[in-house]
C-alpha cells in the first residue's frame, strides 16, 4: 500500500482496537495507582536497561562483566525483567493495542517509518541511555522490518503468546539462578549473547511502556503526553519488535 493508505489503514486500526476499547475497558478499569504502578516498572525497566547498555558497549567479554558488575544484582535482571515484560503486555492488552498488533503485526510492520514516530518518541530514547536517538531509533525500525518476514514473523504464533512465553522464559532463568547459587559456590558465568538480549528485552519493553502509556495519558513520563493518535501503535510495535528480536538472542545463548 501507498503511504496515503498506510495512513488511512492505521487511522482505522487506532479508531477501532484502540480509542474504542480504551474508553470501555482501559479509562474506567483501573485505578489511578495502577498508573503509578506502570511509572514505577517504567523507571525500573529504564534502570535495567542502561545496566545492560554498559555491560555491552564497555565490557569486552563475559570475565570482565562479572569482574564489573556484582553476581547477585546479575542474578536479579530477569526477574526485575520479566516484571516489566509483564507490566507491558498488560498495558498493550488493557488498553486495545495488542489485539491490534496481534491481527495485523506484519502490515503495520511493512509501512511504517520514521516519520510516524510520535514527537516524544527521541526523549524516550535518551532516557534509554541512547546517546544518539534519532539514529539509533531509526536502526530499530529497520531491525523490526527486517525481521518481519523471518522466523520472528507472527503469521503462525500471535504476539500476546510469544510475549507470555517469554515471562516464562525469565522466570525459569530466575529460577535457576537460585538454584545455582544455593547449591554451588561458584555461579557459572553467562554468555555475551544472553545479555545482549536481556538488554533488547529490557529497553523494547521500556520503549513500549512510555509509548503506550504517554498515548493513554497514563503515565507522564518522561515527557508529558501528547496528543494520541496511530503513530503510538508504530512507535510501540517498535518496542516489541525489539524484544522479540531479543527473545532470539537471549535463548541462543
Known amino acids: ?36 504502578h ?27 562483566i562479572y569482574r564489573t558488575i556484582q553476581k547477585e544484582r546479575i542474578a536479579r535482571l530477569p526477574d526485575e525483567i520479566r516484571e516489566g515484560a509483564r507490566a507491558n503486555r498488560r498495558m498493550l492488552e488493557e488498553s486495545g493495542f495488542m489485539e491490534a498488533i496481534d491481527d495485523y503485526y506484519d502490515e503495520i510492520v511493512g509501512g511504517m517509518k520514521m516519520d510516524h514516530m510520535p514527537p516524544q518518541e527521541i526523549e524516550v530514547m535518551r532516557q534509554l541511555g541512547s546517546g544518539e536517538p534519532e539514529a539509533e531509533l531509526s536502526a530499530l525500525i529497520y531491525i523490526v522490518k527486517s525481521k518481519s518476514n523471518s522466523k520472528y514473523s507472527c503469521n503462525e504464533l500471535k504476539v500476546s503468546r510469544q510475549l507470555e512465553n517469554l515471562e516464562k522464559q525469565l522466570e525459569q532463568q530466575t529460577q535457576e539462578l ?76
Open 1 to 36: 500500500m501507498d503511504e496515503k493508505e498506510y495512513e488511512k489503514f492505521m487511522t482505522y486500526l487506532y479508531n477501532e482496537y484502540v480509542q474504542s476499547q480504551s474508553k470501555r475497558r482501559f479509562n474506567k478499569h483501573f485505578h489511578p495507582m495502577e498508573f503509578g
Open 178 to 253: 537460585k538454584e545455582l547459587k544455593e547449591n554451588s559456590e561458584k555461579q557459572p558465568q553467562k554468555s555475551r549473547r544472553w545479555f545482549k538480549g536481556l538488554g533488547k528485552i529490557a529497553q523494547g519493553s521500556a520503549l513500549s511502556i512510555a509509548n503506550v502509556g504517554l498515548a493513554m495519558g497514563a503515565i507522564t513520563i518522561p515527557v508529558a503526553a501528547q496528543t494520541a493518535g496511530w503513530g503510538a501503535i508504530v512507535s510501540s510495535i517498535t518496542g516489541v519488535g525489539m524484544v522479540l528480536n531479543g527473545v532470539g538472542e537471549f535463548r541462543g545463548e
Open 38 to 64: 506502570w511509572g514505577w516498572e517504567w523507571e525500573r525497566l529504564v534502570k535495567a536497561s542502561n545496566l545492560l547498555r554498559y555491560i555491552n558497549h564497555h565490557c569486552s567479554d563475559k570475565d570482565e
